[in-house]
């Protein structure tokens, strides 16, 4: 059975009712929806000129990264790429964001944009050469050109996209496709796809103006007082109440967008992940000071942008009654605790104190969703960090009400930050909102954290608030209930809220075949209180742990006689009683490393070079905190050897003498297999070096010898021939270091 049309019930209503009113009806919401029109129209262009700008900035980025420089033979110029995303990108940016100021709103406007953003997508994919991640470029922009409720404006932009894929299939295949001989129809695939978003786009349009013009007509009939008009509002409403079922289409289509967008979502992570990723792992490798500031900028800025993402789609899900708190046992002091170790290197970057407690003989084993917890503290902690200058952070947690079957906790983060003052209170756990404007410039951030932190209390059947008082600093307080748990707690040594310190917790044993890699880890071992002993192989790790009981063994995968994995395999098929940690140590930083070493039977993954923060979190982690005195790390050694010898990496004297020492034999070793043409026993040595290389400091030795690790036969002379003279370099900086530095009598360097 067919719904009537609005319009059919509309003309059936009697024609007393209706008359010349519903022409003013009609005229009036007509009216409305053209100013709303006007508005979104308007509201988008500045968007999309902020974009442009954006992207223009970003472009240059990608081009400056990928490839700076064009090399010919010893001589190198700017890479056309660079010049490619300066001007083609100024080019593309500088008429649409001319006309948003100049015709904004108007349909030329929109369509200059259309036009220009798919030219920029583009561009971004003949920057980076036809890689897969920047063709989800096109299909965002397409989403983003939605946002103008005109379907007329994706015409422009598909042509555009099947055009340049046309053209720069005829003339650089390479840059879009990533490869010289795509095939002939390939062009028509990515069109396809194209047309295919577009059709659910067009229907997400045509879908958004109908609800448009409802509201529209909706607010006119409220504007209307007189008693004719609420006659004709209850007969429009039963109007509209008979039209939702002939409207189902456009409810389906509506439907389709938001899972669309849902998907969407998921196809900018992934990518944004894998960069993220990448930078990460790049920030390992060996570069020089200006490159590893680059890579730290783009690693922020995009850790800076998940965060906006993440939040966004948190929002997105709680608004949606889409997010869904799991019920699980949990250890509320080990979250706590995984807190405080979180948010550490954030608060000791500003230079502000962190504390972190939980009242004695308060209950620890619960029934909740800790991942959500954590949520709300790390978001907490994070806004007190942000706008503390100094002084310090406290987080705590103790009982506010406990029955036999359910607890009560009362969780409060404390500041000596900037404070808030009480009429700016009431604005605070509104969604984008920050109670200074210029906040938001200053500190950054999406305005989101305190309101997703307000809904997740309230989904956890808890409540939040705040005392605070203007430069005095403040307190953000919130009370969950959790049930009890029938789990009792755990006792394993790793759990280190209740820490029983014994000889064996102390004892830690290193395994590492080089000499210099080996010194670097006791020595940060021993300032963190723990005591130290070393093996060689992992056929020496076997024997020494078959007499000794070790509180945690640090073993490097790449070693002679018996590796590290294979170790591991054996020492766990042989262990009895309490888990010993063993915790990877490598300079293999790739993709997949974490997984085997955890396959291979170890517990967690250092990469070096490690800083001894990050090994004293990993340490807290796996092993029970051993009381120590302060940190007394010997001061980098970097005097006449900077540009050659990293400022960022801590050596004593001892290390940089052992370095010395076995630089003459590596060096001997790796000469002798290059002449011998011996392709494994060069690739190997070439690795040891490396990891030493790095523990030093010396990463453009490290760059060289990863270069010999990875060159083919006829090219080992020339990549050893770098080696050598890199080597040369850094003998000669750290025997000048040397000369600086007094003579230790304990075995530690003291200045």
């Keep these: 059975m067919n719904a009537p049309s609005l319009s059919g019930t509309i003309a059936a209503l009697p024609e007393a009712a209706l008359s010349t009113d519903v022409s003013a009806l009609d005229r009036r919401s007509a009216e409305i929806f ?31 990264t990928y490839s700076p420089y064009a090399w010919a033979g010893r001589s190198r110029s700017i890479h056309e790429h660079v010049y490619a995303a300066v001007l083609l990108g100024g080019l593309i940016t500088a008429l649409p964001v001319l006309l948003t100021f100049v015709k904004p709103g108007e349909a030329m406007t929109r369509y200059v944009i259309a036009t220009a953003q798919m030219l920029w997508s583009g561009l971004l994919i003949h920057l980076t050469g036809g890689r897969i991640e920047t063709h989800f470029h096109v299909f965002g922009s397409l989403a983003f050109l939605s946002f103008y409720r005109d379907w007329k404006v994706l015409i422009p ?104 967008l849902a998907n969407m979502s998921h196809e900018v992570r992934t ?21 590893h500031r680059y890579v730290e900028t783009l690693k922020a800025s995009g850790a800076g942008l998940l965060t906006v993402i993440n939040d966004i789609l948190d929002f997105s899900k709680i608004e949606a009654g889409k997010l869904d708190l799991q019920r699980t046992d949990f250890d509320v002091g080990r979250s706590l605790n995984e807190v405080g170790e979180l948010m550490s290197a954030v608060a000791q970057h500003k230079g502000i104190e962190l504390l972190c407690h939980m009242a004695p003989g308060a209950p620890r084993m619960l029934m909740g969703d800790p991942d959500r917890l954590r949520q709300v503290l790390c978001n907490l902690v994070s806004n007190a960090i942000k706008f503390t200058a100094q002084g310090k952070v406290e987080l705590s947690a103790q009982v506010d009400t406990e029955s036999t079957e359910a607890v009560s906790f009362r969780f409060q983060v404390k500041d000596t930050g900037i404070g808030i ?12 909102t920050q109670v200074d404007p210029s906040h938001s410039r200053r500190f950054g951030g999406t305005g989101l954290g305190l309101a997703i932190s307000k809904q997740l209390v309230a989904m956890m059947g808890g409540e939040i608030g705040i005392v605070s008082e203007l430069g005095r600093g403040s307190t953000f307080w919130f009370v969950v209930p959790f049930p009890r748990s029938s789990v009792e707690l755990s006792a394993e040594r790793h759990d280190h809220v209740q820490a029983h310190a014994t000889p064996r917790d102390k ?117 029970e905190p051993v009381p120590a005195a302060e940190a007394r790390l010997a001061v980098p050694l970097d005097g006449r050897g900077a540009g050659v010898l990293s400022a960022r990496t801590r050596r004593s004297a001892k290390v940089a003498g052992l370095f010395l020492g076995d630089l003459p034999r590596r060096l001997s070793s790796l000469q002798q297999s290059v ?77």
């Design 421 to 432: 003052a009480e009429e700016d209170q009431r604005a605070l756990f509104q969604p984008f």
């Design 157 to 260: 932009a598909t042509v555009v996209v099947a055009g340049d894929h046309v053209v720069r299939q005829l003339l650089w295949p390479e840059s879009v496709y990533g490869i010289a001989n795509p095939e002939s129809w390939r062009f028509l695939e990515h069109s396809f796809w194209v047309v295919f978003e577009n059709v659910f786009l067009v229907l997400a349009c045509i879908a958004s103006t109908v609800d448009l013009r409802t509201a529209c007509l909706r607010q006119a009939e409220v504007e209307s007082l007189s008693a004719r008009e609420r006659a004709k509002s209850e007969a429009l409403d039963r109007a509209l109440a008979a039209a939702v079922s002939a409207q189902q289409q456009a409810e389906h289509a509506s439907q389709v967008k938001s899972q669309f």
């Design 271 to 291: 990518p944004l992940n894998g960069v993220l990723g990448m930078t990460e792992l790049l920030l390992r490798s060996a570069l020089n000071e200006r490159q």
């Design 675 to 751: 002449q011998t043409g011996a392709r494994l026993a060069t690739k190997e040595e070439a690795h040891r070096l490396r990891g030493s290389s790095v523990s030093i400091g010396a990463l453009g030795l490290a760059e060289a010898l990863g270069a010999l690790e990875l060159a083919e036969a006829s090219e080992a002379r020339g990549a050893l021939a770098r080696v050598e003279a890199e080597a040369e370099a850094v003998r000669l900086a750290l025997v000048a270091e040397l000369a600086l530095v007094p003579v230790a009598t304990s075995g530690s360097v003291r200045q």
């Design 507 to 623: 004892l830690v044993l290193v395994a590492d075949d080089n000499a210099v890699n080996r010194e670097v880890a006791s020595e940060l071992l021993r300032e963190l209180g723990y005591e130290v002993e070393t093996a060689t192989n992992g056929t020496e790790v076997l024997q020494m742990a078959r007499d000794k009981a070790y509180a945690a063994i640090l073993m490097d995968c790449q070693m002679p006689e018996l590796n590290g994995y294979d170790a591991a395999r054996a020492f766990r098929s042989t262990e009895h009683g309490a888990r010993t940690p063993i915790i990877a140590v490598t300079a293999h930083a790739m993709a997949g490393e974490r997984e085997r070493v955890i396959e291979a039977g170890m517990d967690d993954y250092l990469a070096k070079p490690f800083s001894v923060n990050t090994l004293a979190a990993l340490m807290r982690r796996w092993v």
């Design 34 to 64: 053209e100013q709303r029109r006007t508005a979104i129209l308007r509201r988008t262009d500045r968007w999309f000129a902020w974009l442009m700008l954006g992207q223009w900035l970003f472009g240059i980025l990608v081009a400056v």
